[in-house]
């Protein structure tokens, strides 16, 4: 009995992110400006060292690690899975108003990529809705849920 129990756990550890093991990485590309009201999150880990989206990178910028251009005419999302940005498609329609409260949880998917986000309206700002929230990440080998937070201005 103790063995199954073991082999149980060490399966349901397989294909996880390790401690400290990150799955998603900071994006590579560049903001483009000509998108409409894109939206931009980084890695929340709370503490002194974060700012408006997220934890900031070893130079002190922004680590924004997932960007969604919801307002394009063929909407998509970006995340780097450690070798370049990937870009997404949506799964469904899903869409959100700039309501405190409101959660928005969007889904997008590229080959055997999929992408959950589950995010909270922290409230307007100026040209922009805050959120903060989860964003899991799901391939073959490897997962990972991370806190996020960030903006989607206009």
């Known amino acids: 009995m103790r063995i199954m129990v073991v082999v149980a756990l060490f399966l349901a550890c397989l294909g ?7 799955v998603v990485h900071q ?3 560049e903001h483009d400006y000509s998108l409409i009201c894109p939206c931009e999150f980084g890695r929340s880990v709370g503490g002194p060292d974060e700012g408006s989206y997220g934890a ?5 910028g922004m680590d924004i690690i997932f960007g969604i251009a919801p307002n394009e ?13 990937i870009r997404l498609t949506p799964v469904g329609r899903s869409t959100h108003e700039c309501k405190p409260g409101q959660v928005w949880s969007p889904r997008w998917k590229a080959g055997d990529v999929s992408v959950s986000a589950k995010l909270t309206v922290d409230g307007p700002g100026e040209e922009s809705c805050w959120f903060t929230g989860t964003l899991s990440v799901k391939t073959k080998e490897k997962s990972e849920t991370v806190g996020i937070k960030g903006a989607c201005g206009c």
């Not at 900031?56 to 002190?60: A, E, H, K, N």
């Open 73 to 85: 005419d063929a909407p998509f999302a970006r995340i780097n899975l450690g070798k370049e940005d």
């Open 56 to 60: 900031l990178d070893s130079s002190g």
């Open 16 to 22: 996880t992110a390790s401690a400290g093991e990150k």
């Open 27 to 29: 994006l590579k590309g």
